[in-house]
């Protein structure tokens, strides 16, 4: 099988590998904001991304082609961002608040 398509050669072919590196980043991109009260939400918003290009390379691998899948994709990665920028704005999410301060060293 000749596959030429990008996210899947990035991700090797294999769904398990996108779902390893998603929660890699996700604890990556949490411990790097850990002062952010956002953090949370951002390393669960890249591992969710990393989690639908990992979908969308597995059903080019089974067959089912970029032309069906990336459009679906782009969709629902539209509607997600419109639906949390619109809930920030109108306040319905807020930081939430820390509890205690962490200490000066780290």
Do not use: E, K
């Amino acid at each position: 099988m000749h596959v030429t398509d990008p996210a899947v050669q990035l991700l090797g072919m294999n769904p398990i590998f996108a779902a390893v590196v998603g929660y890699a980043a996700q604890a990556g991109v949490v411990s790097a904001l850990r002062r952010s009260a956002y953090a949370p939400l951002l390393g669960r918003l890249t591992a969710a991304l990393i989690w639908g290009c990992g979908g969308v390379a597995s059903l080019t691998v089974v067959g089912i082609s970029t032309a069906i899948t990336v459009p679906l994709a782009l969709t629902v990665l539209t509607v997600v961002v419109a639906m949390l920028a619109l809930a920030f704005v109108s306040g319905l999410i807020r930081p939430a608040p820390v509890t205690a301060p962490l200490p000066a060293g780290t």
